[in-house]
């Protein structure tokens, strides 16, 4: 129906009401359809970064803007994570320094052989925490009631939209005995379900998540301190920032210690940290004399039992709490399988896995679809091959994000603490 008005203004009084609301009210109008027809519409904003720093908080300055400590969220699910920023810089060593077990020798150092340029990123300044993980690895009940109602059943990994999902726990009492928080941070994963948590949360909120790199980690981990100035703290100065020697205790709420300069807490102790390096071998041990770029100096696995976890844990001596502990994961760790039904491609050992979680990062620079992938995927033959055989048995199930939010309770309700 028109719009119809009476009046009993002169000519020239209702010609300048006419102007009045044709400027108020149709040309935004038209403005609007404009801008929301054109095909260039405006680039999404970069969460975490702005075009000025925010008073008392910590920044880091790029060319890119100003990265700042952010709050990734799933609102529907009740998951924050909280993400602070890591400048670029340069972790330089000299291989001499180093034994083969990765304690750092107590000599002078000579002139830098290594030297591995980091982009800025963001990371986690916890450890995942079983009340973030289980929203993942609790995909698997959600995901066969969708595959069964909507015949999904020729969905692959490989498409960008799929994860795998490990069968439900089968003994949560046996393995979560350690467990005595939802905050604590999540263990008894392999790194290939760290790789598939971080393509989740990256799906559910739009970013790019991942594991960190060996290099990211250690840089990270030393906050700022060259590796030929490093000093091993006292025991009771590691006391306030790790927790180690509680191996009948197990691990701790995260962030109960002091944080590292840069706000990452439990960088070391809790948890040994997962990291995408998976060849078997430590940084300092393999890496080639020379300058690098940073993805040159990740090492990809040959077979799936060398994959490697950073920083020490709760069972450590203090020698073994550094930035330079290694856990090397053998065939040790995936002696017995660990579900009935079995998905030990996703889950290990009980009593050696609950030492392991992991945390997870975010580039400033965004990703190439191969290099991506490439942080998600089974990252060996072997892998790839055991996780076909377990996927046609049913023994963990691929399947597309988002599914229906109907997961278990978490491993603590489980256990009724």
């Not at 975490?48 to 609102?75: C, D, H, K, Q, W």
């Not at 005995?177 to 393509?199: D, G, H, N, V």
């Not at 006391?239 to 709420?253: R, Y």
């Amino acid at each position: 129906m028109p719009f119809v008005f009476t009046t009993c203004l002169s000519r020239d009084r209702l010609r300048d009401c006419a102007l009045l609301l044709l400027t108020v009210f149709v040309l935004p109008t038209v403005a609007c359809a404009q801008i929301e027809s054109s095909s260039e519409q405006p680039e999404a904003e970069t969460k975490g970064l702005s075009s000025s720093p925010i008073a008392n908080e910590r920044f880091v300055a790029t060319s890119e803007g100003y990265m700042l400590p952010y709050t990734e969220t799933i609102e529907e699910l009740g998951l924050e994570l909280e993400m602070v920023p890591i400048p670029a810089g340069k972790l330089e060593f000299d291989r001499r320094q180093f034994s083969n077990a990765e304690k750092l020798l107590q000599r002078k150092a000579g002139e830098a052989e290594v030297s591995i340029d980091v982009p800025a990123f963001w990371m986690g300044k916890y450890e995942i925490t079983w009340e973030q993980y289980v929203h993942y690895a609790g995909l698997y009940g959600a995901m066969k009631k969708r595959i069964r109602a909507e015949d999904l059943e020729d969905v692959s990994i490989e498409e960008p939209d799929a994860v795998t999902a490990p069968t439900e726990i089968y003994d949560p009492r046996s393995r979560f005995e350690l467990l005595s928080s939802k905050q604590c941070p999540a263990f008894s994963m392999s790194q290939f379900a760290a790789k598939q948590f971080t393509k989740w949360l990256s799906i559910r909120t739009g970013g790019e998540y991942r594991l960190p790199s060996e290099a990211e980690w250690t840089y990270a981990c030393l906050a700022g301190e060259p590796i030929s100035q490093f000093q091993p703290l006292s025991d009771a100065k590691l006391k306030e920032q790790a927790l180690f020697g509680h191996g009948d205790i197990g691990p701790e709420k995260v962030g109960q210690r002091e944080a590292n300069a840069w706000d990452l807490h439990d960088m070391l102790g809790n948890v040994s940290e997962y990291v995408l390096d998976s060849d078997g071998k430590s940084l300092f041990n393999r890496m080639p004399n020379g300058r690098f770029e940073h993805w040159k100096s990740v090492g990809m696995a040959k077979t799936r039992f060398t994959t490697v976890a950073c920083g020490g844990n709760f069972s450590c001596d203090p020698d073994y709490c550094t930035p330079f502990s290694r856990l090397r994961i053998d065939e040790s760790y995936w002696d017995s399988e660990a579900n009935i039904p079995l998905s030990i491609s996703w889950l290990g050992t009980p009593d050696k896995q609950t030492t392991i979680g992991f945390r997870v990062v975010r580039s400033l620079e965004k990703l190439p679809a191969d290099r991506r992938e490439q942080c998600w995927r089974p990252d060996n033959e072997d892998l790839d091959f055991d996780l076909e055989m377990k996927l046609q048995g049913g023994r963990g199930v691929v399947g597309r994000i988002p599914v229906p939010d109907e997961y278990p309770r978490s491993p603590i309700d489980l256990l009724g603490k």
